[in-house]
């Protein structure tokens, strides 16, 4: 994978509104340097990509024109794989981060409406005063503690602390009843303390190794060892409220930082500092099954997707696509598909 990036990349600082942009690399790519580009499933990317694509979307990188003139070629885009190359130049975008490509899904966990010893651990809602609080705010382990009882705030309630803990990391969940229905329930707000991995915590304290940090060995760990493995959890002092979200036919994934529905295999999670929201971006990774070379839309954010090099892979909902996600920590390469006039004042030709 790392061997296609070989030629010297153009160091840009870029001034946008009189803001410094964070340091990054920009290296033109031809589509014949996308390995497997030509085998894609284009229709495929093209069907998550009309689902973002609107007008007026302004970022660091790209103008209102940019996008009006991307969602105006789509209304016509017949031959999938001809709209992307016309309308798109690839751009390797790189900084001081190192390449990593890990997975999430949408848990499908068992809920209740009502407190019982047996679902006993609250989804929050946000606190009024949150808003206006100063950050950091009270940490999870305060929150865990009952710092929020009885103010009538909770959603649901769950009846496994690990698989609680892990709707957090994950930020979007589809809760059964007891009663048999399914609410779908979305990111809201945090409380505004950074994100601290419990996984590393693990490995630099010899609890497990390096190679075997997996969200289902810590879900094992956790269980096996009670009440130290929900102390654990508290290492992450963040912590994600929830919202109740309407509005999504069962087969859709949840909603995006676009506020629309991510597509299993084809939504990626980036940092938006390098790569605007919407973009197209092809990915080179691998899977537990063998690489992974495909045509994503980035379409959410995370708060552990940091760096040009940095997404979170989509993989659908429940928990097969959970046992996926969980085994996906590979290094690979992002390529941004922009905008063919914002490529060229980025890039000016020589």
């Given at each position: 994978?790392?061997?296609?990036?070989?030629?010297?990349?153009?160091?840009?600082?870029?001034?946008?509104?009189?803001?410094?942009?964070?340091?990054?690399?920009?290296?033109?790519?031809?589509?014949?340097?996308?390995?497997?580009?030509?085998?894609?499933?284009?229709?495929?990317?093209?069907?998550?990509?009309?689902?973002?694509?609107?007008?007026?979307?302004?970022?660091?990188?790209?103008?209102?024109?940019?996008?009006?003139?991307?969602?105006?070629?789509?209304?016509?885009?017949?031959?999938?794989?001809?709209?992307?190359?016309?309308?798109?130049?690839?751009?390797?975008?790189?900084?001081?981060?190192?390449?990593?490509?890990?997975?999430?899904?949408?848990?499908?966990?068992?809920?209740?409406?009502?407190?019982?010893?047996?679902?006993?651990?609250?989804?929050?809602?946000?606190?009024?005063?949150?808003?206006?609080?100063?950050?950091?705010?009270?940490?999870?382990?305060?929150?865990?503690?009952?710092?929020?009882?009885?103010?009538?705030?909770?959603?649901?309630?769950?009846?496994?602390?690990?698989?609680?803990?892990f709707l957090h990391i994950q930020g979007s969940g589809r809760l059964r009843l007891t009663d048999g229905s399914v609410l779908r329930v979305g990111y809201a707000a945090r409380n505004g303390h950074s994100y601290r991995s419990v996984g590393k915590r693990l490995a630099e304290l010899?609890?497990?190794?390096?190679?075997?940090?997996?969200?289902?060995?810590?879900?094992?760990?956790?269980?096996?060892n009670p009440g130290t493995g929900e102390e654990m959890l508290n290492y992450n002092r963040s912590y994600i409220f929830f919202r109740e979200v309407e509005g999504l036919a069962p087969e859709d994934g949840p909603r995006g930082a676009l506020n629309r529905p991510v597509t299993a295999?084809?939504?990626?999670?980036?940092?938006?500092?390098?790569?605007?929201?919407?973009?197209?971006?092809?990915?080179?990774?691998?899977?537990?099954?063998?690489?992974?070379?495909?045509?994503?839309?980035?379409?959410?954010?995370?708060?552990?997707?940091?760096?040009?090099?940095?997404?979170?892979?989509?993989?659908?909902?429940?928990?097969?696509?959970?046992?996926?996600?969980?085994?996906?920590?590979?290094?690979?390469?992002?390529?941004?598909?922009?905008?063919?006039?914002?490529?060229?004042?980025?890039?000016?030709?020589?």
């Open positions: 994978v790392f061997a296609r990036v070989g030629l010297a990349a153009a160091a840009v600082c870029l001034m946008v509104a009189g803001a410094v942009m964070a340091d990054a690399s920009y290296q033109r790519l031809s589509y014949a340097e996308l390995s497997g580009w030509s085998d894609d499933d284009h229709a495929a990317a093209l069907a998550a990509f009309r689902r973002t694509c609107r007008p007026g979307r302004e970022s660091p990188l790209l103008v209102d024109q940019d996008w009006d003139g991307v969602c105006a070629a789509l209304e016509h885009a017949y031959d999938p794989k001809a709209f992307f190359e016309a309308t798109f130049e690839p751009v390797l975008i790189t900084n001081d981060t190192d390449a990593l490509f890990t997975g999430y899904f949408e848990p499908e966990l068992r809920a209740s409406r009502t407190f019982s010893p047996r679902f006993r651990h609250p989804l929050y809602r946000p606190p009024p005063e949150l808003a206006g609080a100063a950050k950091p705010w009270l940490s999870r382990g305060e929150i865990e503690g009952g710092a929020l009882e009885g103010r009538g705030l909770e959603i649901a309630w769950l009846e496994d602390p690990v698989e609680s803990f010899g609890i497990m190794s390096v190679h075997k940090v997996s969200a289902g060995n810590i879900k094992r760990w956790v269980r096996d295999g084809r939504s990626v999670a980036i940092d938006n500092r390098f790569t605007p929201l919407g973009l197209p971006v092809w990915v080179e990774t691998e899977t537990r099954d063998g690489p992974l070379n495909r045509l994503m839309i980035a379409q959410d954010v995370g708060s552990a997707i940091k760096g040009a090099q940095r997404a979170d892979i989509f993989f659908g909902s429940g928990s097969d696509a959970g046992r996926i996600a969980g085994s996906q920590r590979y290094p690979g390469r992002l390529i941004t598909f922009l905008p063919r006039q914002a490529a060229a004042r980025l890039l000016p030709s020589d």
